[in-house]
């Protein structure tokens, strides 16, 4: 089962381990381990660079995770973020009604069945998801609050102009009572969310944009174009404050049971799956008419109580939706490779240099030389601790595009071999070339 395989693969290569886990472990709460970090700080990094960096009509913010009680009154997260679920009177298990049937309850409603043992359901309960501190605080369950609280702060110290937006990267915490799937539904996780101020009359222009921009950014992570869509909520589905919302959605349908690994070039089979990366929401005037009527401040601007659209993404599970994505298992010379096709943007490692001979000290000389002579351009790692065949698999089982070998002959002609992870094409590169040539192959 290919959940299984990139849970393991996170594990045994210090992508994601289980928090806490020397006293067991803490349901759907991970911690990021080398891998891990450098994978979730590319993403970070490339949001915020697209969208903030790049963008001159949008400014970033850093608000604290905790806030003032009101801010949740206002948000109405107190009142109405809750899910609705159902418990199994077989098996006891808990699901998200989303889980197990299309719509919430109408009249004469028949519980739909046990998805794991087909035992009868319990009527839908609402379950709050906000986390409560002991000091009567509460941990944000999104970033958004942040940027809404701050808006006035923002527009007046640096006088924008309408439209603009506001991003900010964050936690955000969750009591969600049913887990599994990894991280895709954690109970801490981090978000990427920009609040995007517009007149009322050109939401819907700007709420369109979004959605396009979105889908795109997705695809220029390297993401197949074939596994992503864009999902319309129906009035039912629609949040308290939303007046339209689109879900990106990632076919993760060959993470579930039974599903087969795809080949080379194709994408996972179709079928059910497809899940949640980010929500893109026309979030009307609803949050600065609650704050102003709350706080008693006056928060129109240019004449107006601006619209906001939302897009608002998930690191972790962009994070896993790459991973996933990425995955590819294939047989080379007889033997089983695994091998993730990350974009060399993403890929935590860029360059390893292995020596062929770990015996050999002028081998392990000239590498750890050239490592030095990389690591302040390239994120870049040495490695002697296996034979050369375990080194290069071990390398693009994490995505690294590159490996550099030092050889025997590397001592006479000053060469080294370079490795490409897709192709596993290999070069014989000049050392005093090699800076240049990594530079041009990783650009
Ligand atoms: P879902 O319906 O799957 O619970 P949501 O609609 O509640 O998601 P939003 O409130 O729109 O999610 O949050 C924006 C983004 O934050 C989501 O698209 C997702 O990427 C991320 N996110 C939300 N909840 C979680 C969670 N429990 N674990 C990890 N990421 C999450």
């Known amino acids: 089962m290919i959940m299984e395989k990139i849970v393991s693969l996170c594990k045994r290569r210090g992508f994601i381990f289980s928090s806490s886990q020397i006293y067991g472990g803490l349901s759907s709460i991970w911690d990021y381990g080398p891998l891990g970090v450098e994978l979730k700080r590319n993403i970070k990094n490339l949001w915020w660079k697209d969208l903030v960096h790049q963008r001159s009509d949008i400014e ?14 206002a948000s109405g997260h107190l009142k109405n973020f809750s899910d609705l679920l159902m418990d199994c009177r077989e098996c006891k298990k808990r699901f998200r009604i989303e889980d197990v049937a299309a719509q919430p309850p109408i009249t004469n409603y028949q519980p739909p069945k046990c998805p794991e043992c087909g035992g009868e359901l319990t009527k839908p309960r609402q379950f709050n998801l906000m986390f409560k501190t002991s000091r009567g605080l509460f941990l944000r369950p999104e970033t958004a609050q942040g940027i809404f609280v701050n808006f006035r702060n923002i527009c007046q110290t640096l006088h924008l ?10 936690k955000a915490f969750r009591n969600e009572i049913t887990t599994g799937n990894f991280t895709f539904r954690s109970r801490e996780f981090e978000q990427m969310e920009i609040e995007y101020f517009v007149q009322p009359a050109e939401a819907q222009k700007w709420y369109e944009y979004w959605v396009n921009e979105r889908f795109n950014w997705y695809i220029k992570l390297g993401i197949k174009k074939e596994n992503l869509r864009v999902r319309e909520h129906s009035k039912e589905e629609l949040a308290h404050y939303a007046r339209q919302c689109s879900d990106i959605e990632y076919n ?26 980010e929500g893109i929401a026309n979030r009307q005037d609803f949050d600065l008419i609650q704050h102003q009527r709350f706080s008693g401040e006056d928060l129109n601007y240019e004449g107006v109580v601006p619209y906001i659209i939302e897009p608002s993404g998930g690191v972790d599970r962009t994070l896993l939706a790459l991973l996933v994505d990425a995955y590819y298992e294939e047989e080379v010379k007889g033997r089983k490779r695994v091998v993730l096709r990350l974009n060399k943007d993403l890929a935590p490692i860029k360059i390893a240099v292995l020596p062929l001979l770990r015996n050999r000290p002028e081998i392990v000389k000239i590498a750890k030389r050239i490592r030095d002579e990389l690591l302040p351009h390239f994120i870049t790692k040495y490695d002697d601790t296996a034979s050369i065949g375990k080194l290069y698999r071990r ?10 070998t030092v050889d025997v002959q590397s001592l006479d002609d000053k060469k080294v071999t370079a490795r490409e992870r897709d192709t596993m094409r290999q070069e014989r590169i000049a050392m005093s070339k090699l800076r240049e040539y990594m530079g041009e192959k990783l650009k």
């Open 60 to 73: 970033g913010l850093d608000a604290a995770v905790l806030m003032h009680p009101k801010v949740w009154e």
């Open 395 to 404: 390398q693009d089982e994490i995505g690294t595009p590159y490996c550099i």
């Open 161 to 170: 102009k309408l439209p603009f937006g506001i991003a900010q990267i964050g």
């Open 252 to 277: 993760f349908s060959f993470f579930t049971k039974g599903a087969r690994l795809p080949s080379v070039g194709q994408g996972p089979t179709s079928g059910r799956g497809w899940k949640e990366l």
